[in-house]
């Protein structure tokens, strides 16, 4: 008769124990997604030092960056030179295969629809990104291209709003600095 108690004790204490650990590797992974985020963010920065929007992206495989990408449209004079596809391209290139089912792709701003198409294609597992972007936004704001049950592929994660101040203060300051720059040109 006494044991019931005692089961319900150790019952409850592992429940509480279940609890904190659950707790702790929630902060892990939030730690975790802030460090990538600021990789990406590294990425961004290399953006606007070419005066490209500044957006950038880093793929992650079994915690180590194996690509990374940063906006390069005008450069590039490339439709598609988003940091999404650049990373994309050469976290494939680095493994060797196009299939990236292993892989976190990180990114400063919320996917296009045309980068959570190739996030669908190259079948990334989690998806993180920085601010969400309700004009073209195609993870979320838009539409939600990476968890549409009608395709073939859904990412098993999306998480947004990882460092979005940062994210959106750093494309902030360009616009804001573009605008200037037109109005002196206008002037
Ligand atoms: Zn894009």
């Known amino acids: 008769m006494q044991l019931k108690p005692l089961t319900d004790f150790y019952a409850g204490r592992f429940a509480l124990f279940k609890a904190r650990i659950f707790v702790f590797l929630k902060g892990l992974v939030m730690v975790n997604d802030q460090y990538y985020m600021k990789l990406a963010l590294e990425e961004a920065k290399k953006a606007l030092a070419i005066e490209e929007v500044p957006i950038g992206a880093v793929v992650i495989c079994k915690d180590k960056v194996v690509g990374r990408g940063y906006n390069f449209k005008e450069r590039a004079h490339d439709p598609t030179g988003h940091a999404e596809i650049i990373a994309l391209r050469d976290a494939a290139n680095n493994l060797a295969s196009w299939r990236l089912d292993q892989c976190q792709l990180y990114v400063t701003v919320e ?77």
């Open 111 to 187: 996917p296009c629809p045309m980068c959570a198409g190739a996030i669908v294609q190259a079948r990334i597992k989690r998806l993180v990104y920085g601010a969400a972007d309700p004009k073209a936004g195609a993870t979320g704001s838009l539409y939600n291209l990476v968890e549409d049950e009608r395709f073939n592929h859904q990412v098993t994660e999306l998480k947004g709003g990882v460092l979005a101040e940062e994210c959106r203060d750093l494309l902030k300051g360009f616009f804001n600095s573009l605008r200037k720059t037109d109005t002196r040109k206008g002037g």
